[in-house]
T-cell receptor, first 112, second 113 residues
Framework: QQPVQSPQAVILREGEDAVINCSSS?????VHWYRQKHGEAPVFLMI?????EQKGHEKISASFNEKKQQSSLYLTASQLSYSGTYFC?????????????FGKGTLLTVNP | DVKVTQSSRYLVKRTGEKVFLECVQD?????MFWYRQDPGLGLRLIYF???????EKGDIPEGYSVSREKKERFSLILESASTNQTSMYLC????????????FGPGTRLTVT
């Protein structure tokens, strides 16, 4: 089952913050975040494996709420380089550990 | 530096042709994946392989097959290409075990006319 991402698109000015959510109807085992810039391959950002875990990557961090079956990606003080499409991928409890199912993506545009 | 390469960046084929998309990784990864990416639909898994000669269907395997004869190489085969298979195809690899970081290739944009 494909996780649901929201919002579908967001436009920011440089320095503003954004939150991207990723929800699943099934129990989550892990959540993965990737960013894809236009015309390029997706690039790994982070994996969250435990419920309630929070991870950081420079000014990009994420949380994983196992109870809500949801993960959120936080982008603070956004930079122009943050522009791109953000994908969450999930593996579900009891499912294949190899198979990552991606959401449809969130297009983030950061303007000067 | 992990490198995943795909045989072509752009490919144009006719309906009914047999199409081979090749992917090679240089990091000795056990897992390899084929995705297709379409606007508004995200990345959808076609097939994956966790070892040589081993494969499993992903979410949209219909119309595709795969081959993995060597650890570093994973091929996607369209037996009889159709126009609805026009898409961007991305290959990825990762280490075995718990799903870890996937390294993606640059993609092949396939157009079937």
């Amino acid at each position: 089952q494909q996780p649901v991402q929201s919002p579908q698109a967001v436009i920011l000015r440089e320095g503003e913050d954004a939150v991207i959510n990723c929800s699943s109807s099934k129990a989550l085992y892990s959540v993965h975040w990737y960013r894809q810039k236009h015309g390029e391959a997706p690039v790994f950002l982070m994996i969250l494996l435990k419920g309630g875990e929070q991870k950081g990557h420079e000014k990009i961090s994420a949380s994983f709420n196992e109870k809500k079956q949801q993960s959120s990606l936080y982008l603070t003080a956004s930079q122009l380089s943050y522009s791109g499409t953000y994908f969450c991928g999930s593996t579900n409890s009891g499912g294949s550990n190899y198979k990552l199912t991606f959401g449809k993506g969130t297009l983030l545009t950061v303007n000067p | 530096d992990v490198k995943v390469t795909q045989s072509s960046r752009y490919l144009v084929k006719r309906t009914g042709e047999k199409v081979f998309l090749e992917c090679v990784q240089d990091m000795d990864h056990e897992n390899m994946f084929w995705y297709r990416q379409d606007p508004g639909l995200g990345l959808r898994l076609i097939y994956f392989s966790y070892d040589v000669k081993m494969k499993e269907k992903g979410d949209i395997p219909e119309g595709y097959s795969v081959s993995r004869e060597k650890k570093e190489r994973f091929s996607l085969i369209l037996e009889s290409a159709s126009t609805n298979q026009t898409s961007m195809y991305l290959c990825a690899s990762s280490v075995l075990g718990l799903v870890g970081e996937q390294y993606f290739g640059p993609g092949t944009r396939l157009t079937v006319t």
